[in-house]
């Protein structure tokens, strides 16, 4: 059956009256970001300054209104203002009413995969770390929170896949033996995400809370890069037990690795150690080792900090093909030098999260 169009919920939309202002939310302009595919529904319900409380029974109207529509199977409305007050810098740290924690008891441990800047294989890191974890006998889930650049969906070759949804609930997609959540399941991997900051928070506590993930050993976060917003939330929502921050050595990558490292210490969120990516480059032809990017910087940082340096991954043209192809190079070729790096950071990280495990 074909799902919904966006007239159709649009349509829809206009027999919901916001009680306050005693006209539909059409009409009054507080519908902003509508993304209709695959029947998967998601849209941001603008409420101006009010408290998102008071507007909750008005967002939970349009939901059972969506819901109602055949061939719907997933609806996520978040609520936002349209003006934001700027963010002073004590409001980096948990403020009293919304630092109540998502309650996740089917989940041992979470592990935010975070870096401070963009480029330095965050994403690669995460998919191979939670398929290490894995190989070493944890149940393993991995959420994909860059709301803006998803790329677990390609990285896992699952990008034309949908979840479903059962009893208000998201069913994870599994590949490689992972239970996996990403906005990108749910919009074109062409489409650019132009939502605010609140509407991008909103969402990730969704897909935290809303996702049936099932007994996990280890949840895995693929963060988006920088200190924001996603951080902030997962900081005060997110029952988070450590994060390991990935850079590579160069100056440049380490200076805003060093901001990212700092910020999750600020917001009390443990720092599990350091991995330094594209460490260096073995010459496939004559075996030399270049240190294209420098060589050594993430490890001397983790140890002006005191914290742990959890290994070095080299700059390899196989883990780029692999990653490329949608086959990580933990599963494609386990017994690879390259793989074995991940692995032996995996048991640093597990050994982390799970002591007695």
Same mark, same amino acid.
């Given at each position: 059956?074909?799902?919904?169009?966006?007239?159709?919920?649009?349509?829809?939309?206009?027999?919901?009256?916001?009680?306050?202002?005693?006209?539909?939310?059409?009409?009054?302009?507080?519908?902003?970001?509508?993304?209709?595919?695959?029947?998967?529904?998601?849209?941001?319900?603008?409420?101006?300054?009010?408290?998102?409380?008071?507007?909750? %029974?008005?967002?939970?109207?349009?939901?059972?209104?969506?819901?109602?529509?055949?061939?719907?199977?997933?609806?996520?409305?978040?609520?936002?203002?349209?003006?934001?007050?700027?963010?002073?810098?004590?409001?980096?740290?948990?403020?009293?009413? @919304?630092?109540?924690?998502?309650?996740?008891?089917?989940?041992?441990?979470?592990?935010?995969?975070?870096?401070?800047?963009?480029?330095?294989?965050?994403?690669?890191?995460?998919?191979?770390?939670?398929?290490?974890?894995?190989?070493?006998?944890?149940?393993?889930?991995?959420?994909?929170?860059?709301?803006?650049?998803?790329?677990? %969906?390609?990285?896992?070759?699952?990008?034309?896949?949908?979840?479903?949804?059962?009893?208000?609930?998201?069913?994870?997609?599994?590949?490689?033996?992972?239970?996996?959540?990403?906005?990108?399941?749910?919009?074109?991997?062409?489409?650019?995400?132009?939502?605010?900051?609140?509407?991008?928070?909103?969402?990730?506590?969704?897909?935290?809370?809303?996702?049936?993930?099932?007994?996990?050993?280890?949840?895995?976060?693929?963060?988006?890069?920088?200190?924001?917003?996603?951080?902030?939330?997962?900081?005060?929502?997110?029952?988070?037990?450590?994060?390991?921050?990935?850079?590579?050595?160069?100056?440049?990558?380490?200076?805003?690795?060093?901001?990212?490292?700092?910020?999750?210490?600020?917001?009390?969120?443990?720092?599990?150690?350091?991995?330094?990516?594209?460490?260096?480059?073995?010459?496939?032809?004559?075996?030399?080792?270049?240190?294209?990017?420098?060589?050594?910087?993430?490890?001397?940082?983790?140890?002006?900090?005191?914290?742990?340096?959890?290994?070095?991954?080299?700059?390899?043209?196989? @883990?780029?093909?692999?990653?490329?192809?949608?086959?990580?190079?933990?599963?494609?070729?386990?017994?690879?030098?390259?793989?074995?790096?991940?692995?032996?950071?995996?048991?640093?990280?597990?050994?982390?999260?799970?002591?007695?495990?």
């Amino acid at each position: 059956m074909k799902g919904p169009e966006k007239q159709d919920i649009l349509e829809v939309l206009k027999t919901v009256i916001d009680p306050a202002k005693g006209a539909d939310v059409v009409s009054l302009a507080l519908i902003s970001g509508l993304v209709v595919r695959e029947g998967h529904v998601s849209f941001a319900l603008d409420v101006g300054q009010e408290s998102g409380r008071e507007k909750e %029974p008005l967002r939970r109207a349009c939901e059972k209104a969506i819901k109602k529509i055949p061939g719907v199977i997933s609806v996520q409305i978040v609520l936002t203002a349209e003006r934001q007050p700027k963010p002073e810098p004590e409001l980096m740290k948990p403020s009293p009413g @919304i630092s109540e924690k998502i309650d996740l008891p089917t989940v041992k441990t979470i592990v935010a995969v975070a870096s401070g800047k963009g480029g330095v294989g965050k994403s690669t890191l995460a998919v191979n770390l939670a398929l290490a974890l894995q190989s070493l006998g944890h149940k393993v889930g991995l959420l994909d929170a860059d709301i803006y650049g998803p790329s677990i %969906p390609r990285l896992l070759n699952i990008k034309d896949h949908h979840p479903t949804a059962k009893d208000k609930k998201i069913q994870p997609l599994e590949a490689y033996g992972l239970k996996i959540m990403s906005m990108g399941f749910l919009v074109d991997e062409d489409k650019p995400m132009i939502w605010r900051g609140p509407m991008v928070s909103s969402a990730l506590q969704q897909m935290v809370r809303d996702v049936v993930w099932g007994e996990l050993d280890i949840l895995v976060v693929d963060m988006p890069p920088g200190t924001g917003d996603i951080q902030l939330t997962l900081a005060q929502k997110v029952p988070v037990t450590g994060v390991v921050i990935v850079s590579t050595p160069q100056d440049i990558a380490l200076i805003d690795a060093r901001k990212g490292l700092k910020m999750f210490l600020e917001v009390n969120v443990p720092v599990l150690g350091i991995v330094e990516n594209m460490s260096s480059f073995v010459c496939p032809h004559c075996g030399e080792a270049s240190h294209i990017f420098a060589h050594g910087g993430a490890k001397k940082i983790a140890k002006e900090l005191g914290m742990a340096f959890l290994g070095a991954i080299p700059l390899h043209m196989a @883990i780029r093909e692999a990653s490329d192809a949608g086959e990580p190079i933990v599963v494609s070729a386990s017994q690879s030098d390259e793989a074995k790096a991940f692995v032996e950071i995996a048991k640093k990280v597990s050994k982390a999260l799970l002591p007695g495990g």
